[in-house]
């Protein structure tokens, strides 16, 4: 797991232009279906946990009433601002906070809570229990992800950029000050624990084509490889990964299968 000397803060810092130009977002039909699930028609609040960008946040807007949107790191929410300017989403409020401080939020009545990728930096099943007191009879915890890793096989062009990324950073993954590993039990079975343990989950595959340096770019959205772990390196290190990957293929078109998992938990 991650060092938990880390602030939430720091765990992204720096990569909100990275995370809002370059992270590919969560399948449209996985929107479609939780609304269909959920009855979503327009009414009731909603609550997105570590919004980073707004990616669940700002599609989200357009079901429901009114969104609560939270994250710890500011630049990300500025991030989420700018987006819903130029969308003209207006009933999304941002807050700069997180998952620990639910209870001390002032919170309305939820229809649901959302999360994305950002749920496992959480402590799941605390959060679960502190949601039971605040989400409506018959709402949800709806979390999105790209899926447990190993679920997909990564693309045959990712060795070189991890190639790069050990060369810079070394071996271990790092995280803010300390340095993380995936959670070994999956969310699925933390909420199976929770008052909100009758599940169903639903994926979706795409492929998506990016350039060498859209490629080289995203690397700088991931807390491993942020702008913060490599410093006045950042610069050099995006060229080489370029670099390595126009080594590996001329052409420069790098394609890759996205996944986007949903799970859906409500009370028994």
Request: overall charge negative; cysteine-free.
């Amino acid at each position: 797991m991650a060092d938990t000397s880390n602030e939430p803060a720091e765990l992204f810092d720096g990569t909100a232009p990275y995370y809002a130009a370059y992270r590919p977002g969560y399948d449209e039909r996985m929107f479609t279906h939780v609304a269909e699930r959920l009855g979503l028609d327009g009414t009731g609040s909603a609550l997105d946990l570590g919004t980073g960008t707004g990616a669940v946040a700002l599609p989200l807007a357009r079901m429901v009433n009114s969104v609560i949107a939270i994250d710890p790191q500011p630049g990300m929410l500025a991030e989420a601002r700018a987006l819903a300017a130029a969308d003209s989403v207006t009933n999304i409020e941002w807050r700069l906070g997180e998952a620990a401080q639910l209870a001390s939020m002032d919170l309305p009545p939820l229809r649901l809570v959302t999360a994305g990728a950002a749920f496992h930096w959480m402590d799941r099943a605390a959060v679960a229990q502190d949601l039971d007191a605040l989400i409506d009879d018959g709402g949800a915890i709806v979390l999105a992800s790209g899926g447990t890793p190993g679920d997909i096989a990564p693309p045959p062009w990712s060795d070189a950029i991890r190639e790069v990324r050990v060369r810079y950073l070394g071996p271990e993954r790092r995280a803010g000050r300390g340095t993380y590993t995936h959670p070994a039990e999956r969310h699925h079975d933390v909420l199976v624990r929770s008052p909100f343990s009758r599940i169903e989950t639903a994926h979706w595959d795409r492929t998506i084509a990016r350039t060498a340096g859209e490629v080289a770019g995203l690397q700088l959205s991931y807390s491993y490889s942020s702008p913060r772990q490599l410093g006045p390196d950042a610069k050099a290190f995006v060229n080489d990964v370029r670099d390595a990957l126009l080594a590996f293929d001329s052409v420069g078109t790098f394609e890759q299968t996205i996944r986007t998992e949903v799970i859906i938990a409500r009370r028994p």
